[in-house]
């Protein structure tokens, strides 16, 4: 058939834009946390920015940068480079505060936003998806829920939904022709 590779093709561009919408993510995810560290007073912040912001294109992986940002805080505090006056907010509550914040912003407002304009699926589409591929699949089920939904939509938009409007079908001698084609006789 002379559609599948311009479906493939199409394919092709929506999972590219599916992973480049990841690196800007992941981008973001580094800037914001590297800020936001630094303004509670992080050591290594940039680094720890960067580090979660690489972790953050597998699902769920950043956040095992979290419990290192404290433990950092930890021996720089027990070094005497902080001072100790609110030793707990500055140790657990602040870092803690900022990753969290940044965690929700990125699941749920930034990812569903640029996932939505890069593979031209809905927001609401892309948080439902990645849902149920992590009910489904777990992990792998959240990596790939997106670029799936998004071919399955090209699949839908090119072949299923064209051939169940109805007046472009015509069932004739059992078989479901195109009215358009020369196979009408």
Request: with cysteine; proline share 5%; hydrophobic share 55%.
């Amino acid at each position: 058939d002379h559609r599948w590779p311009k479906l493939l093709s199409e394919m092709d561009q929506a999972i590219g834009a599916f992973f480049r919408g990841r690196l800007l993510i992941a981008l973001l995810m580094s800037v914001m946390l590297g800020a936001g560290w630094f303004w509670v007073g992080m050591p290594y912040w940039i680094l720890l920015g960067l580090g979660a912001g690489l972790l953050s294109l597998i699902p769920y992986a950043a956040s095992l940068i979290w419990p290192f940002a404290i433990l950092l805080k930890y021996l720089d505090m027990s070094m005497g480079s902080s001072g100790t006056d609110n030793y707990w907010m500055q140790l657990l509550v602040w870092p803690s505060a900022v990753y969290l914040g940044v965690q929700i912003i990125e699941g749920w407002i930034l990812t569903p936003w640029v996932q939505s304009q890069s593979t031209n699926l809905s927001a609401a589409t892309i948080l439902l998806v990645v849902l149920i591929g992590g009910a489904l699949g777990g992990v792998l089920g959240l990596i790939l829920a997106i670029p799936f939904a998004a071919c399955l939509k090209i699949l839908a938009k090119e072949l299923i939904i064209p051939r169940i409007r109805l007046g472009d079908i015509t069932e004739m001698h059992g078989k479901i022709i195109n009215p358009n084609s020369s196979d009408l006789t």
